[in-house]
């Protein structure tokens, strides 16, 4: 709980400028309240006045995206960035194409964005942006001219030095590809480090597409290995989501010997006691573009259930929270623990309400908060823009490497962070007070 009156009076203050923002305002009590017992040990911040700053964006970018449908008809969709923070490099973080998206989505991405990038120990600043556009249904034309209309506005907003966007729901290689070549056709310039998540054939790099999953599960490995000294053999584990991390986590979950048996998409969920067969997801998802339903026609033996919060129901040692923010409540988080969790981490940004991470902590459950728990996709992208700006390429194996290095060390300093505010094995705290000493001096280095 948020006590300190200092915080409390910050978090008054955004309340009161950014009414109406649920998201945001939970995204910002919940590091403010891990801010508490440094706070109180060191002065200096509240001095200062950093966390002030911290919380506010340095740039909210909105506009209007006209675009026109197969049948000649003109829409209007809603674009926006947020540039929320660069004092350790430029800003960095994904475009997020979906209904849902509105000034609080952004905001509160934008701004768990700022410390999940502090902690991959990468100099990259904090930023997100997207559109309330719907990929789903729209023809390979209508999502090419939207990406087009996107660009057009965006791209006097960022560069390589400024502002490096990348994927999130809704934006995969095929969007990423419409945009880069916007840009390049405005700017005549082929500028391969203004956006990440490229395709291998001009200028991405390998283990894009795979580092979020992976990375969530050398996070939970290694917190296994180091809280628990457990591991992922022989664990079931359930996984919401049948995206981009879903997947790339279920791959690697079973490469480490676990059992994946559920994942869902918005309309539903399967079960599969046999085990996911990856190869049938990944051919709906990815190539058909199809329901997460139409994986029970393929694999009889499995079940498929209406409505995605039954899955958490299923029995499991492991769960990991791939889909979209809320997705697991106070009441999942029980059933979870009642039925045996052992660690629970989030692939999906802020996926378990407040209420939820407090049931785990309090059970003891391992607990990896999403800004270090998937902080892999974010460090990849990091290692593309190396990649760029020496102009070679990695081998898969160096990256995938390097990317087990990062989330080893994400680990390790918040578990070390955790130690040093007396709340040993609190990663919640650990993860955002790791994350914001980074960011917070260098505000104070550059003065205000
Ligand atoms: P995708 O668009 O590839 O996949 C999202 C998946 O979640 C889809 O299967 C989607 O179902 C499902 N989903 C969306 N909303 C809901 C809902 N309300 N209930 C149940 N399922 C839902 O996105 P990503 O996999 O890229 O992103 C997933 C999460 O991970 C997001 O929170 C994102 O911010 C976070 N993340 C992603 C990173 C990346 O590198 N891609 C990096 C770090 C975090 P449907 O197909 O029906 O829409």
Known sequence: ML???????????????????????????????????LVETHPEYEKSGVIEAFVEPERF????????????????????????????????????????????????????????????????????????????GKSDAEVMRFCQS??????????????????????GAREIGYMFGQYKRITDRFDAGVLTGKSLSYGGSLVRPEATGYGLCYFTQEMLSCMKKDSFEGK?????????????????????????????DSTGYIHDPNGINLDV?????????????????????AEYHDGCKGIWTIKCDIAL????????????????????????????NMPCTPEATKVFLDAGVLFGPAKAANAGG????????????????????????????????????????????GKEGNLVVGANVAGFIKVADAMMRHGF
């Open 150 to 171: 996107f660009m057009t506005e965006l791209y006097r907003h960022i560069g390589q030095f400024t502002d490096v966007p990348a994927g999130d729901i809704g934006v």
């Open 281 to 301: 997801v990944k051919d709906i998802k990815l190539n058909r573009r199809a329901r997460i339903s139409e994986y029970v026609k393929e694999v009889p033996s």
């Open 61 to 136: 970018i909105s506009f209007r995206v006209p675009w026109y449908d197969d049948n000649g008809k003109l829409r209007i969709n809603r674009g926006y960035r947020v540039q929320f923070n660069s004092a350790i490099g430029p800003y960095k973080g994904g475009l997020r194409f979906h209904p849902t998206v509105c000034p609080s989505v952004i905001k509160f991405l934008g701004f768990e964005q700022i410390l999940k990038n502090s902690l991959t120990t990468l100099p990259m600043g904090g930023g997100k942006g997207g559109s309330d556009f719907d990929p789903k």
């Open 3 to 37: 006590t300190n009156k200092y915080l409390l009076g910050v978090y008054e203050t955004v309340k009161a400028r950014n009414p109406g923002e649920p998201e945001f305002q939970q995204a910002v009590e919940e590091v403010l309240e891990s801010l508490q017992p």
């Open 236 to 264: 079931t584990v359930v996984i919401s989501g049948a995206g981009n991390v879903a997947i790339f986590a279920t791959e690697k979950a079973t490469a480490l010997g676990a059992k994946v048996v559920a994942l869902c």
């Open 378 to 421: 974010v460090a990849t992208s990091g290692l593309e823009m190396s990649q760029n700006s020496l102009r070679l390429s990695w081998t898969f194996e160096e990256v995938d490497e390097k990317l087990q290095g990062i989330m080893k060390n994400i680990f390790h300093n918040a578990y070390d962070a955790s130690v040093t505010c």
């Open 321 to 348: 929270p791939c889909a979209t923010q809320n997705e697991l409540d106070e009441e999942s988080a029980k059933i979870l623990v009642k039925n045996g969790v052992c660690c629970v981490a989030e692939g999906a």
